[in-house]
Nanobody, 126 residues
């Protein structure tokens, strides 16, 4: 059974940075695709970023390209996301998710991910 535990959320001013981490157990994160989603109050859960299994091809939502960077540390079995130049509209609960057991991501939809973390709150003040 895959377990995902996020950390690193918090309150930052606009323009600031945060780094989210996701500790993965029950699956080798380097082998399988992983992703980050976010959900703002009253809105649907949206895709933010994803990384395939090796060689680690990265995918981003247009709204975060150039500001967010997804990465993994194979030795620690963690997936992280560096978030820079944060905006108030980035405020949301951020979720780490594990793709169904395969390395590539032929599609990126919520239903393609079969395990989810509990979420971590990111609040960006204006």
């Amino acid at each position: 059974q895959v377990q995902l535990v996020e950390s690193g959320g918090g309150l930052v001013p606009a323009g600031g940075s945060l780094r989210l981490s996701c500790a993965v157990s029950g699956r080798t994160s380097s082998t399988y695709a992983m992703g980050w989603f976010r959900q703002a109050p009253g809105k649907e859960r949206d895709f933010v970023a994803a990384i395939s299994g090796n060689p680690g091809i990265k995918y981003y939502a247009e709204s975060v390209k150039g500001r967010f960077t997804i990465s993994r540390r194979n030795a620690e079995n963690t997936v992280s996301m560096q978030m820079n130049s944060l905006k108030p509209e980035d405020t949301a609960v951020y979720y780490c998710a594990a793709y169904r057991p395969q390395s590539s991501l032929p599609t990126i939809r919520i239903q393609d991910f079969d395990s989810w973390g509990q979420g971590t709150q990111v609040t960006v003040s204006s």
